[in-house]
């Protein structure tokens, strides 16, 4: 079952040489439509999750689907594979069923734009563009819901279908999706923000192709692939081993008492090929954390990793995609089978990056970074406004600590993904019955060490009217391991303080728990692991942070660092708690801190929350 492609023009591109000066500018005017695809989505959508923080993901490819600039890694392969209709100029394609496009989308929240680009008869290029929708329905409010044991309770699945059929656009189809969500006009203005955004990518490639030729352009398109290619091949040659190394992490549970879950991966290369190779992960679970991993995507997260650690000047692009195979096990937490509920798959794509790094790391552990890219921390809030009756619903990303890493500290409160930012504050208070209290990085919360891990931080929302609260977060149980001496993070909470002065610690992963007036929640995200020796790190810096806020007095200590009333380095005092201290300083790579066994035994007493049962 693979897509018919209609042409009119069916002659073959024609390869040719393209001089130095034309691809550089081919390969730039690319990396700026992409670019102005995100401007022109960002300014025309009107949910504040693709809007405020851009939580969607472009993608020009070549005339076979490839990725030549991008973000997120190529899902027009798994599309074409399992399309059985046409193509044809002036279609464009919807969808957002993970189970028709082999994970290329990976829950029914993202709507996929896919636009095929004619020139002259022939297809030469594709764009596309999904971005994350507020609602599609299902049974709760944002359409992620934690005990959700099917994908049909979380919303509705568009299978690919053409909003627009050799270019008319179908109304009616549109009009039958929409009647199923709650937040109508938002999905109906970031559908056609998707649209804008991809045909505004169309009329680029075109403009190019009619300046330089279409035949300049294909082949500029496949040199800018091969060039990643040999790019990348240097780089897994040079950098990984034919020796295997895995490496194991745990998502802490699946919302339904049940946990932790794993993930494990072994990598070896076996010639110029990489084989990564999930054998032992956990089986798939009953609530709605499996993640569909998209091959592709997979290959894209490794690559766009070993990119920003060793080279960060070679382009994104899917041109390595033969020198990486991904073996993943059916019926697994990454492969679940139909009908797997899929939505809250977050938890599982974040943690992926804690394991690709602690992978690559291994073998040179000087390029090793610590975990803190755990999870992506989501907050939904919806009701009916007490005014005007009218329906509200806030989807809202977090931000936990990103770990340390070789060259430098971690950041405080940052996105799992860097192009993501925060929603502003001013925002979240025009447009929904809520203040925020308080919003700031918790000192100590990132790892000690000589690059410290970043800090959670503490969101404290004020509720000013009835409604109903979700929320989906990670490392609550686990910790965000350190790496070559460094100290954990710390781990995330949720607390309610409500009106009467009573306290409730929530679970990471809730739905439907009912706020009132002056209800105020505790959004605690977790820190980043540290990096290296604590006590190798410069004492006057520590001091410094003290001042700044971001480590305490007494979390100084875990430096080795003595701070004196007047907010200075006690030298001599430091001096001899470090020589204390160095018998302390675990000389293992990895530190994750308290055993399983040790956090199930201590679990209620130190979180709150009772321990989750194995699966």
């Not at 909003?163 to 999706?177: A, H, P, R």
Request: proline share 5%; with cysteine.
């Amino acid at each position: 079952m693979t897509a018919q492609i209609l042409q009119t023009n069916t002659a073959a591109f024609d390869p040719v040489k393209v001089d130095p000066v034309t691809l550089d500018i081919i390969e730039n005017a690319l990396r700026n439509a992409r670019e102005e695809m995100d401007a022109t989505l960002f300014r025309t959508a009107m949910s504040p999750g693709i809007r405020e923080q851009g939580d969607a993901f472009p993608l020009i490819a070549d005339h076979d689907g490839k990725m030549v600039v991008g973000q997120f890694g190529s899902f027009i392969d798994g599309f074409l594979k399992n399309y059985d209709g046409t193509i044809e100029e002036g279609d464009v394609i919807w969808l957002s069923d993970p189970y028709s496009c082999e994970g290329a989308v990976s829950h029914n929240n993202d709507w996929l734009i896919l636009i095929p680009i004619y020139h002259d008869g022939r297809i030469i290029a594709w764009s596309a563009m999904f971005g994350h929708q507020t609602d599609v329905g299902g049974k709760v409010p944002g359409s992620l819901p934690t005990d959700g044991n099917s994908i049909f309770q979380e919303g509705i699945r568009i299978p690919p279908v053409k909003i627009y059929k050799k270019g008319v656009y179908q109304e009616d189809l549109v009009e039958l999706v929409l009647h199923q969500v709650r937040t109508k006009e938002w999905c109906r203005s970031d559908l056609n923000a998707l649209l804008a955004s991809c045909r505004t990518a169309e009329k680029r490639v075109i403009e190019i192709c009619k300046r330089f030729g279409d035949d300049v352009y294909i082949s500029a398109t496949k040199d800018l692939l091969g060039r990643n290619k040999r790019a990348m091949s240097t780089l897994f040659t040079s950098s990984i081993g034919e020796e295997k190394v895995s490496f194991e992490d745990f998502i802490c549970d699946d919302g339904m008492g049940f946990g932790p879950y794993k993930i494990k991966c072994t990598m070896w290369r076996e010639g110029d090929k990489v084989i990564l190779d999930f054998d032992g992960t956990s089986p798939q679970s009953a609530s709605s954390i499996n993640f569909y991993l998209n091959e592709n995507m997979l290959k894209m997260f490794f690559g766009i990793y070993m990119i920003m650690v060793f080279d960060p000047q070679i382009l994104f692009n899917d041109g390595f995609y033969d020198l990486v195979e991904v073996r993943i096990p059916d019926g697994s937490l990454l492969k679940p089978k139909f009908p797997a509920a899929l939505s809250c798959r977050t938890h599982a794509l974040g943690r992926i990056f804690d394991v690709l790094g602690a992978l690559l790391g291994q073998r040179q552990p000087e390029f090793l970074n610590a975990a803190g890219f755990s999870s992506s921390p989501h907050l939904m809030f919806s009701g009916n406004d007490e005014k005007t009756g009218e329906w509200f619903q806030l989807f809202q990303i977090g931000f936990g600590g990103i770990p340390g890493r070789p060259f430098g500290d971690g950041a405080d409160g940052h996105s799992l993904w860097p192009g993501f930012t925060n929603i502003p504050n001013e925002f979240l208070e025009k447009y929904f019955p809520l203040r925020i209290d308080r919003y700031e990085t918790i000192p100590d919360s990132g790892g000690a060490g000589l690059n410290r891990g970043g800090n959670g931080i503490l969101m404290a929302y004020r509720f000013l009217q009835d409604g109903n609260i979700s929320i989906h977060d990670d490392r609550w149980f686990t910790y965000p391991w350190g790496v070559n001496g460094g100290a954990p993070g710390m781990r995330s909470r949720k607390l309610m303080i409500r009106a009467d002065g009573s306290e409730e610690v929530l679970g990471s992963k809730v739905d439907n728990i009912a706020v009132h007036k002056d209800d105020v929640l505790h959004y605690i995200t977790w820190g980043g692991g540290g990096w290296g020796n604590p006590l190798e790190r410069d004492a006057d810096l520590v001091a410094l942070e003290v001042k700044r806020g971001l480590v305490t007095v007494e979390g100084a200590g875990s430096y080795g660092v003595v701070i004196k009333d007047d907010g200075t380095v006690d030298q001599e005092a430091t001096i001899s708690l470090r020589a204390e201290m160095t018998p302390q300083i675990s000389s293992d790579v990895f530190n994750f801190g308290p055993s399983h066994e040790e956090l199930r035994a201590n679990c209620r007493e130190e979180t709150g929350l009772p321990a989750p049962i194995a699966p």
